[in-house]
C-alpha cells in the first residue's frame, strides 16, 4: 500500500519469519507509554551481529518481533509520553531500540538522542557509531602509541579514523582488500592481509619492530581474528575485544596471556546510559571532524529490501561497508 493512501493508526513493520526470509506487515502504530517517546523511522543500518539470527543459528526461535533485530535507528519525534518534556514533535533523532526495522517504534526516554541541526539530511545510525566512541574511550587510545586493529569494516575503520586523529600509528589487518583500501583512506600506515593469520601476525610483528602494539582492538568476533589479535599485542599491552562473539565458546593461550601481561578489555555495554553517552559523542566527533561516517554507509535500500540487505551483509560484495535500510520507501 502507498504510504500516502495507508491509515494513520497503521504502518509497516519488517518481521523476520525464519532464516532468510522477511515479511513486511501492516501493524497498529505504538503508542508511548508516560517515559517513551514515538519515533516516525528514517532508516536503520543492518549490523552484522544480526546475521546469526538470519542465517538462522539454533538457539533462535521465529518469528522475530516486528521490527527486530534493527538498533541502529534514526528519525523523527512523532509523539511523546506525558513525562517526557525536553523534545519536540518534530525533533530529529537517534535512538536505540531494537524494533527499527519498520516505520514507526517507540523507546524510553533514555535511549534517545537529539541530532543537531548540522545532521539534517544525513543517515545517522547512531548506535555503531557510539559503539566506536565507547570502544575507543574504553581502549585508552593516545597520541605516539602503536594500535594495531583486526577487522577492517564499519567499525574497524571508524576505529582507525578516531585512533589516527588521535595521533596514534594504526595497522589494519583485514582479509578484505576493500576494507583495507578504505583503512588507508582513513590514515593507517599500513595494512595486512590477514587471510592467512600466521604471515599476517609475522608481517604485522615485523612493522612493529618485532615488539607488538600498545594497543590492539579486535573488530571482527571470530576466533581467528581474536587470536591474531592476541599474537600482535606487545608486553604489557591492552588487547580489546571490540568484535560480538555470539557462537559459543572461545580460546585463549592464557599462559602466553600471563606471560606477557596484558590488559585485557570487553569493550561491550549494555547500559542504555552507555549507548546514549556514546552518541553524544559521536555527534561531538562527526561535527569536529574526526569521524566521518557517511562515506562508509554504501548501500542504502528500501525496508522492502532489508533481506537483499542482509544478504549484502553476509557475503560483503567488493565495495561494500555497511548497508542501511530507509523507510520512507517501504511498501
Aim: with cysteine.
Amino acid at each position: 500500500m502507498n504510504a500516502a493512501l495507508r491509515p494513520q493508526h497503521k504502518h509497516s513493520a519488517a518481521v523476520l519469519i525464519a532464516p532468510g526470509r522477511v515479511q513486511l506487515r501492516e501493524l497498529d502504530v505504538p503508542k508511548p507509554a508516560a517515559d517513551e517517546i514515538r519515533i516516525r523511522m528514517q532508516g536503520c543500518g543492518v549490523c552484522a551481529s544480526g546475521l546469526p539470527v538470519w542465517e538462522g543459528r539454533p538457539w533462535f526461535e521465529y518469528p522475530l518481533e516486528p521490527g527486530s533485530p534493527g538498533h541502529e535507528g534514526w528519525g523523527v519525534v512523532d509523539a511523546l509520553g506525558s513525562n517526557v518534556h525536553d523534545l519536540e514533535q518534530g525533533d530529529r533523532v537517534a535512538v536505540v531500540s531494537y524494533r527499527a526495522f519498520a516505520q514507526f517504534d517507540v523507546a524510553p526516554r533514555a535511549a534517545v538522542v537529539k541530532l543537531p541541526a548540522q545532521l539534517d539530511g544525513r543517515a545517522f545510525p547512531g548506535e555503531p557509531l557510539g559503539c566506536a566512541m565507547n570502544i575507543f574511550e574504553r581502549g585508552d587510545i593516545r597520541a605516539g602509541m602503536s594500535v594495531a586493529i583486526v577487522g577492517g569494516g564499519f567499525l574497524g575503520v571508524l576505529l582507525t579514523q578516531l585512533a589516527t586523529r588521535a595521533g596514534a600509528t594504526v595497522v589494519v589487518l583485514s582479509r578484505r582488500e576493500c576494507s583495507r583500501r578504505q583503512s588507508l583512506a582513513a590514515g593507517a600506515v599500513a595494512v595486512v592481509d590477514a587471510t592467512d593469520g600466521v604471515a599476517a601476525g609475522k608481517h604485522a610483528h615485523a612493522l612493529s619492530c618485532g615488539c607488538g602494539f600498545d594497543r590492539v582492538i579486535e573488530a571482527a568476533g571470530v576466533q581467528a581474528a581474536l587470536d591474531l589479535a592476541s599474537a600482535v599485542t606487545a608486553e604489557h599491552g591492552r588487547l580489546v575485544i571490540a568484535g560480538y562473539h555470539q557462537d559459543g565458546l572461545r580460546q585463549v593461550d592464557m599462559q602466553s596471556w600471563n606471560w606477557r601481561g596484558l590488559d585485557v578489555v570487553n569493550a561491550h555495554e549494555r547500559k542504555v546510559e552507555r549507548y546514549a553517552a556514546g552518541i553524544h559523542a559521536a555527534i561531538d566527533a562527526v561535527l569536529d571532524g574526526r569521524l566521518d561516517p557517511f562515506p562508509l554507509l554504501t548501500h542504502m535500500m528500501p525496508l522492502a529490501a532489508l533481506g537483499e540487505a542482509f544478504e549484502l551483509a553476509r557475503i560483503r560484495p567488493a565495495g561494500f561497508m555497511k548497508a542501511c535500510v530507509m523507510m520512507e520507501d517501504a511498501a
